[in-house]
């Protein structure tokens, strides 16, 4: 499920590459040697791909680049989601309502290649159960 939500949330990284041989984009062919920066936000939500793509589906195989690809995907990929799963598994068992505070989030202006909140206030209720 996190690898999935990974899929649909990250929408700002560029990866920068070097086409390796001819790649036929449309009507164009970018030609081998060129560099290019891919808009993963853009992959993950490519509509030939991904049906309804904008859209939260959980049931979504994890076909994304939000770690990139090939010989240098991102090695803390597994990493990565053991913090995410300990970290959102904890909050929730930890609360029992929160929602974003109007107003309260601040977003990253600079760089461009990691675009997103800086951070995002909570309005929480703490499960005192515990
Ligand atoms: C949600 C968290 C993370 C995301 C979205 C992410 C994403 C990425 C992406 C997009 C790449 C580039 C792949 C490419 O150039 O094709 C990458 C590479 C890399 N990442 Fe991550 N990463 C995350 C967490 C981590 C963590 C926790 C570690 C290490 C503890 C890590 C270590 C690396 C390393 C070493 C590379 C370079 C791999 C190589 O060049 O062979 N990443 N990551």
Redesign the pocket.
């Known amino acids: 499920m996190r690898r999935r939500i990974?899929a649909l949330r990250?929408s700002g990284?560029v990866?920068?590459?070097v086409c390796q041989r001819p790649i036929p984009l449309g009507t164009k062919t970018i030609a081998a040697g060129s560099q290019i920066l891919i808009c993963?936000g853009a992959a993950n939500r490519d509509p030939s791909v991904f049906t309804n793509p904008d859209g939260l589906d959980l049931t979504r195989k994890p076909a994304h680049?939000?770690?990139?690809?090939?010989?240098?995907?991102?090695?803390?990929?597994r990493?990565?989601h053991m913090?995410?799963g300990t970290a959102l598994s904890k909050f929730i068992a930890r609360t029992t309502a929160y929602a974003p505070i109007k107003g309260g989030t601040n977003w990253r202006t600079a760089p461009y290649v990691q675009r997103g909140p800086s951070s995002v206030k909570l309005q929480v209720t703490w499960n005192t159960a515990l």
């Open positions: 990974a990250q990284a990866l920068p590459a993963v680049l939000s770690y990139g690809t090939g010989a240098y995907r991102c090695i803390g990929a990493l990565a913090q995410a």
